[in-house]
């Protein structure tokens, strides 16, 4: 797989502050009895920094995005947190960023096609009602112009 795509997403879970992602790993495998994570990179707070955790290698299909068959062209962000009900730590923002513009020049992912996941699944809020998507895409595009 060469990823095409990057697909944005929340957890719905409140950020314990401790590694939410091996929760969130055991969730996905013996929940859903996928057989990794479905997400390719979450982002998290532990203790007092921000941390990217890596779920599925960059070629491996992901298990997070099933509409347009997303999961075989895209890889799959999750920031860690309720941004239904909270707004996205401004430090867990930039590092989104930083992550997704890396992968966008890495792999020559265009900005354009940078997705919150309910613009294609329309039923769902991810990555969450307080999650603005246009801003975040915004800003990978500046330093992407600007690399």
């Not at 920094?49 to 070629?59: A, D, T, V």
């Not at 992968?103 to 809020?125: T, V």
Request: charged fraction near 20%; hydrophobic fraction near 35%; proline fraction near 3%.
């Amino acid at each position: 797989m060469k990823p095409e795509y990057i697909i944005l997403h929340h957890s719905l879970t409140k950020d314990s502050k401790t590694v939410s992602w091996d929760n969130i790993k055991d969730y996905h495998v013996n929940t859903l009895g996928f057989s990794d994570v479905g997400y390719h990179f979450g982002i998290e707070k532990v203790y007092n920094h921000y941390q990217i955790f890596s779920g599925r290698m960059l070629n491996e299909t992901g298990a997070h995005c099933k509409q347009d068959r997303m999961n075989y062209k895209s890889l799959g962000i999750c920031f860690v947190g309720n941004y239904d009900i909270d707004f996205v730590p401004i430090d867990m923002w930039r590092l989104g960023v930083r992550l997704v513009s890396s992968l966008c020049i890495a792999l020559d992912i265009p900005y354009e096609h940078i997705y919150g996941h309910n613009l294609l699944a329309h039923y769902k809020s991810c990555p969450g009602k307080n999650f603005d998507v246009d801003l975040f895409i915004n800003s990978v595009k500046e330093i992407i112009e600007n690399n």
